[in-house]
Every structure is written in C-alpha cells, then in structure tokens.
C-alpha cells in the first residue's frame, strides 16, 4: 500500500520545534527561497547525500540551494512520513528534481540533525536506481 502523503506545510498539533524548523526549510526549497531557507540552516551543517561527498559550509550549501531556484530549475517534495527523536529528524518523502519540462521523482529517507534551533546534519539516503527510473519515467511524461 502508496503511504499516504501529507503536504510538508500541514503543521500537526503534535509538531515538536525541530519537525517544524524541518518543515520551514522543505518549504522555502520548494518555494525556491534559498535566502528563507538559509535561515533554518547550521552555520557549520554538513550536506550529504549518500554515496556522494559531503557538502560541508553555509555558503557551500548555499551555492547549490540558489543553482536550485535559478528559472527552469525546481523542487518539489511529497512527505509520506515525519518523526523526530531527540535532536533528530526523520523524514520519508519523495523529492521531485525540475529541469524545465522534465521532473524526475524518487524515494528519498532524510535525516536532519538539529543543533540551537538550526539543521547541522542534513543527510539523505536514496537509491542510484530510483533516480535513474525516476528521470527515464520524466523523460517519457514529457512525450
């Protein structure tokens, strides 16, 4: 069975700090707001995506947040799943990559570790394969 999916800016009651600071930042990367979705960021965060190298800095981070709100390039997220423990966030969504007409989906499992209020860890795990099929399925929705 699809988990049920949820808007990321549908706050519950039962929202903790750090799932909402989670939320703020998947809501400026979808609004393609860097400069808003820098605010929800550790001076210090490291970024990795598994399998890739680790993107480490502000302004590194930030470099790429900006690539992704240039037009003809977007984001978009579905969260299928929220939880938090302790300074951790736990997320299960699928993001959808945009380059113009193409829109690339796939399963992504986050996790963002929170320090004074700000994402210092922002680290997803995703499959080479689901990109791929993601990306080939985008290619033949555009036809």
């Known amino acids: ?9 549908t706050v519950s009651p039962s929202d903790t700090a750090n799932i ?14 860097p400069d808003t979705a820098r ?9 990795h995506n598994v399998s890739l190298p680790k993107i480490r800095g ?9 690539g992704m709100s240039r037009p003809g390039v977007g984001f978009d997220v579905r969260l299928h799943h929220i939880a ?8 299960e969504r699928t993001d ?12 992504v499992c986050g996790t963002f570790e929170i320090e ?16 791929l099929w993601g990306t080939l399925k985008g290619l033949v929705r555009m036809f």
């Open 1 to 9: 069975m699809e988990p049920t999916s949820q808007s990321i800016d």
């Open 20 to 33: 909402r600071v989670v939320r703020g930042f998947l809501d400026a990367l979808v609004a393609g707001d």
């Open 39 to 47: 605010q929800y960021l550790h001076p210090d965060i490291v970024w």
């Open 58 to 66: 502000i302004e590194s981070v930030m470099r790429i947040l900006r």
């Open 84 to 91: 938090d423990e302790g300074t951790a966030v736990l997320t």
């Open 96 to 107: 959808i990559l945009i380059w113009n007409r193409l829109r690339s989906e796939f399963w």
């Open 116 to 131: 004074d209020g700000k994402i210092l860890v922002w680290r997803d795990y995703f499959s080479n394969r689901a990109f």
